[in-house]
């Protein structure tokens, strides 16, 4: 894909309007948990700055539901960004209006300025005309960093870039979350694993059938894996099922049947008389769980099943966990997963990690910087790994 990146422009004296991804994750004092996002920020941050030239940020913040609310205030994050930015980062508290427009006025080659969550304003959302003409007012050079809200067409991610022809591009983090997703998508080394947990099928119908396309092996675990259990006549107790996404379960594995892919599916489970830190437990074969227990993770032998197909892989595309890892008593299972993957990357393979849980999982177990790439746009990345278009990218290649 040929895009333009930050390093097409030099931004000495112009002011850059970057559309960052800010929505990151606070405690109940507002602290910030989670500061990857941000952190991928930077260094189209430092690029601007470098070349001379002034950034306005923008971002939205949580689902405010197009009105001010304390707790998705992105003044919740102007003491930590200006810690890592090395400079006080200015804040406005709206996004348009002369406050803002004095605020740019008055902003200074070398400077960063921060302004409030974007969908505070319900024009936002809607894809608003108006609102991202007035949003455009703000700078000279429309940059797009925001790779987990480029599935969204917003006035402030997609809308906008009209107003900036022959100014427009992407910055560092949207490049490289293009880059890696395309090398993973089309340039993929084999063996070809993709590895798919979460709770529902539905939520990855798309992805896996472009999937079974494209990959040598596909891992299903997490609650989908108890819908492919029960569509093959097993007995799961209770635990999660899409009941009319049995028929749909069954499609998948004959497609795979048919496309020679090896549907990898979990073979036993860590199963608990309820959903919590304190149930009871017990290990049970897939197609076997007692009527009252639920499976919450992936067992000891689907783990050691999983670990030999990753650890001889060449590629490895992983979203979504194979249990409810946020509860210690559930997380070994997605954890083996991560280690596989760690030490299959360690042997020359390239992996991918899809944003979302998987993301919060390899930064739970401190393996961030084991794998090759952890993609910060859960949603955005399924998109594009499904054949979308993304409104965010398409509208810089416009």
Same mark, same amino acid.
């Given at each position: 894909?040929?895009?333009?990146?930050?390093?097409?422009?030099?931004?000495? *004296?112009?002011?850059?309007?970057?559309?960052?991804?800010?929505?990151?994750?606070?405690?109940?004092?507002?602290?910030?948990? %989670?500061?990857?996002?941000?952190?991928?920020?930077?260094?189209?941050?430092?690029?601007?700055?470098?070349?001379?030239?002034?950034?306005?940020?923008?971002? &939205?913040? *949580?689902?405010?539901?197009?009105?001010? /609310?304390?707790?998705?205030?992105?003044?919740?994050?102007?003491?930590?960004?200006?810690?890592?930015?090395? @400079? $006080?980062?200015?804040?406005?508290?709206?996004?348009?209006?002369?406050? /803002?427009? !004095?605020?740019?006025?008055?902003?200074?080659?070398? @400077?960063?300025? =921060?302004?409030?969550?974007?969908?505070? &304003?319900?024009?936002?959302?809607?894809?608003?005309?108006?609102?991202?003409?007035?949003?455009?007012?703000?700078?000279?050079?429309?940059?797009?960093?925001?790779?987990?809200?480029? !599935?969204?067409?917003?006035?402030?991610?997609?809308?906008?870039?009209?107003?900036?022809?022959?100014?427009?591009?992407?910055?560092?983090?949207?490049?490289?979350?293009?880059?890696?997703a395309e090398k993973v998508i089309s340039h993929a080394a084999r063996p070809f694993t993709a590895i798919m947990g979460g709770a529902k099928v539905s939520d990855k119908i798309e992805l896996i059938e472009r999937l079974l396309e494209k990959v040598d092996h596909l891992i299903i675990g997490g609650g989908m894996a108890?819908?492919?259990?029960?569509? $093959?006549?097993?007995?799961?107790?209770?635990?999660?099922?899409?009941?009319?996404?049995?028929?749909?379960?069954? &499609?998948?594995?004959?497609?795979?049947?048919?496309?020679?892919?090896?549907?990898?599916?979990?073979?036993?489970?860590?199963?608990? %008389?309820?959903?919590?830190?304190?149930? %009871?437990?017990?290990?049970?074969?897939?197609? !076997?769980? @007692?009527?009252?227990?639920?499976?919450?993770?992936?067992?000891?032998?689907?783990?050691? $099943?999983?670990?030999?197909?990753?650890?001889?892989?060449?590629?490895? =595309?992983?979203?979504?966990?194979?249990?409810?890892?946020?509860?210690?008593?559930?997380?070994?299972?997605?954890?083996?997963?991560?280690?596989?993957?760690?030490?299959?990357?360690? !042997?020359?393979?390239?992996?991918?990690?899809?944003?979302?849980?998987?993301?919060?999982?390899?930064?739970?177990?401190?393996?961030?910087? @084991?794998?090759?790439? /952890?993609?910060? *746009?859960? *949603?955005?990345? =399924?998109?594009?790994?499904?054949?979308?278009?993304?409104?965010?990218?398409?509208?810089?290649?416009?």
């Amino acid at each position: 894909m040929s895009i333009k990146t930050v390093d097409s422009f030099r931004f000495a *004296g112009k002011k850059a309007l970057v559309r960052v991804d800010f929505n990151v994750p606070l405690d109940d004092q507002y602290r910030i948990t %989670d500061d990857s996002r941000i952190q991928g920020a930077l260094p189209t941050i430092g690029k601007i700055l470098k070349d001379g030239g002034a950034v306005i940020l923008m971002s &939205h913040f *949580g689902r405010p539901k197009g009105q001010p /609310v304390e707790k998705y205030s992105l003044k919740h994050v102007v003491k930590h960004l200006s810690d890592l930015v090395g @400079q $006080q980062v200015q804040f406005v508290s709206d996004c348009i209006g002369p406050q /803002v427009e !004095h605020a740019v006025a008055a902003l200074r080659s070398g @400077q960063v300025l =921060l302004i409030e969550n974007l969908r505070f &304003h319900p024009e936002e959302e809607k894809g608003d005309k108006a609102f991202a003409a007035e949003l455009a007012g703000l700078g000279d050079i429309y940059v797009n960093d925001a790779f987990g809200a480029a !599935h969204r067409a917003h006035a402030s991610t997609s809308v906008i870039a009209q107003f900036f022809p022959g100014a427009k591009c992407v910055g560092y983090l949207m490049a490289a979350e293009l880059q890696n997703a395309e090398k993973v998508i089309s340039h993929a080394a084999r063996p070809f694993t993709a590895i798919m947990g979460g709770a529902k099928v539905s939520d990855k119908i798309e992805l896996i059938e472009r999937l079974l396309e494209k990959v040598d092996h596909l891992i299903i675990g997490g609650g989908m894996a108890y819908t492919f259990a029960k569509a $093959q006549g097993g007995h799961i107790g209770k635990s999660l099922v899409e009941e009319d996404k049995l028929d749909l379960a069954r &499609h998948l594995i004959e497609k795979a049947k048919a496309k020679g892919v090896n549907l990898a599916l979990p073979v036993d489970s860590v199963i608990a %008389d309820r959903f919590s830190n304190d149930a %009871d437990i017990e290990f049970a074969s897939n197609d !076997h769980i @007692q009527a009252d227990w639920m499976g919450l993770d992936i067992g000891p032998k689907s783990i050691e $099943q999983f670990k030999t197909i990753i650890e001889e892989s060449k590629t490895i =595309l992983w979203n979504g966990p194979m249990g409810v890892f946020e509860l210690s008593k559930f997380e070994i299972g997605t954890r083996a997963i991560a280690d596989a993957v760690v030490e299959a990357t360690a !042997h020359g393979a390239f992996s991918l990690i899809g944003g979302g849980d998987s993301a919060a999982a390899v930064a739970k177990f401190n393996l961030t910087d @084991q794998v090759s790439y /952890v993609s910060t *746009g859960g *949603g955005a990345l =399924l998109e594009y790994m499904e054949g979308k278009e993304l409104p965010g990218v398409k509208a810089i290649l416009d």
